[in-house]
């Protein structure tokens, strides 16, 4: 049930395109012991690409730290293509606005800014303090 309710709230956060989604697997209390994988962007990647992304870097498996350390973990990332600052170019940060869904029940929109190198690897990120959509659940 509340994963169907972390879903919903990022549909709605997100006006429900699967584009841009991304998980990290099963929430988990522990620290995950596999090191993400990298994500690389292709360098004619449009919004929708750059989005998926990013999505993916926010949920924990793009290859940056970005949102995943703690206990405030995230599983589950949405972000809109439509929100996506511009195509990267090197060193020039790129941001979408994001649903995203975290370990403890909870779901924020955020705005999440990554940089990528010129071979398309994130190199850095960073997200914003964002707006609570749904409370933590309690456990």
Same mark, same amino acid.
């Given at each position: 049930?509340?994963?169907?309710?972390? #879903?919903?709230?990022? $549909?709605? *956060?997100?006006? $429900?395109?699967?584009? *841009?989604?991304?998980? !990290?697997?099963?929430?988990? @209390?522990?620290?995950?012991?596999?090191?993400?994988?990298?994500?690389?962007?292709?360098? @004619?990647?449009?919004?929708?690409? /750059?989005?998926? /992304? #990013?999505?993916?870097?926010?949920? &924990?498996?793009?290859?940056?730290?970005?949102?995943?350390? &703690?206990?405030?973990?995230? #599983?589950?990332?949405?972000?809109?293509?439509?929100? /996506?600052?511009?195509?990267?170019?090197?060193?020039?940060?790129?941001?979408?606005? $994001? &649903?995203?869904?975290?370990?403890? &029940? @909870?779901?924020?929109?955020?705005?999440?800014?990554?940089?990528?190198?010129?071979?398309? #690897?994130? /190199?850095?990120?960073?997200? @914003?303090?964002?707006?609570?959509?749904?409370?933590?659940? !309690?456990?």
């Amino acid at each position: 049930m509340k994963k169907v309710l972390a #879903i919903a709230a990022l $549909c709605v *956060a997100g006006s $429900c395109g699967v584009a *841009a989604c991304a998980t !990290a697997g099963p929430a988990s @209390s522990q620290p995950s012991q596999a090191t993400p994988q990298l994500t690389s962007l292709p360098a @004619s990647a449009g919004h929708d690409a /750059v989005a998926r /992304v #990013i999505a993916r870097i926010a949920a &924990g498996d793009g290859g940056l730290p970005l949102l995943h350390d &703690g206990p405030g973990r995230a #599983i589950m990332a949405y972000c809109d293509p439509g929100t /996506v600052s511009d195509r990267p170019h090197v060193s020039t940060p790129v941001s979408a606005s $994001c &649903g995203v869904s975290y370990a403890d &029940g @909870s779901v924020w929109r955020q705005t999440v800014t990554v940089t990528f190198d010129g071979r398309g #690897i994130p /190199v850095a990120g960073r997200s @914003s303090l964002g707006t609570e959509i749904l409370p933590p659940t !309690a456990g």
